[in-house]
């Protein structure tokens, strides 16, 4: 997981991003990276930064029949 601070011009892009792994079948994975997300954000707000953006980057199961399905870990990724 990284975090980053692109200043250009005027605009302010602040923004923390994740990937779970390419190919990622446990749910738990998303669940536990939504989870240390929410605490960056959390962190960076204590700090006078307000992110406004996550980037859940992939790791996707990429086949209907695979699971975790998508709608699965998109189930999780909304909590």
Sequence with gaps: MYCAVLCCTVILFVFCSFHVGSGCYDAAAFSAAVICARAVFDMAEMVGFHF???????????????????????????L
């Design 52 to 78: 406004n953006l996550l980037d859940i980057g992939g790791g996707f199961p990429g086949q209907a029949s695979a699971k975790p399905s998508f709608e699965e870990v998109t189930g999780i990724c909304r």
